[in-house]
Structures are given as structure tokens and as C-alpha cells.
């Protein structure tokens, strides 16, 4: 078995630098058809309030691709709070002394 401590993923290195799960709900116009609207669901992890892999993500929908936006809903959460913190770093604690946490 190969022993994985330390090893943490991308994912998690954002949310513990502040970045927290985005969602954007966008409506855009079809090309062919301008009086009809689509819509595309946008998530990653980004930072709030600027939102630049979102800013990023539009400026590129608007370069690139046909369809004019009509609209942007955007919802944000950040998914490690203060209180996780600790949690994680007594669990990390535990696995770095190759001890198992206690059972309630």
C-alpha cells in the first residue's frame, strides 16, 4: 500500500488560500435564433469579490464564441471556514504521527 500523507489536491490548496466554489448561471442569446435564450452553468473555485476565472471565462465567451450574454447569475460559497480549519489541521496532525483520531 502506498502511503499518500501529504499529498493534497489542487482543489483544496485553493479553497485553504481563500478561494471558494463559484457557480454562474449564464443566459446568452443563440446565435441563429437571437430571440431565444440558453443557458450554460459556469463552475470552478474563485476568489470573491473580484472573480477573476469568471472575468477570465466571460472575456473569453465574448472573443470567442457567438452567442451574445444576456444575463449572469453568479452564487459563491467558500466551502472551508474558520471552525474546518482546525479540524483539518488535528486530522493532519494525527496522520503525520501515524496515529489514529479518537472514537467518540
Do not use: C
Amino acid at each position: 500500500m502506498v502511503s499518500r500523507v501529504g499529498i493534497v489536491s489542487e482543489d483544496f490548496r485553493k479553497q485553504v488560500l481563500g478561494y471558494g466554489l463559484t457557480t454562474a448561471q449564464i443566459l446568452y442569446r443563440m446565435p441563429d435564433h437571437p430571440s431565444l435564450l440558453q443557458t450554460y452553468v459556469w463552475q470552478n473555485y474563485d476568489l470573491f469579490p473580484k472573480f477573476p476565472a469568471l472575468t477570465d471565462f466571460l472575456h473569453f465567451w465574448q472573443q470567442k464564441l457567438d452567442g451574445p450574454l444576456y444575463s449572469v447569475t453568479v452564487a459563491h460559497s467558500k466551502l472551508i471556514k474558520p471552525a474546518d480549519g482546525n479540524l483539518v489541521w488535528m486530522v493532519d496532525q494525527a496522520a503525520a504521527q501515524n496515529l489514529s483520531p479518537p472514537r467518540s
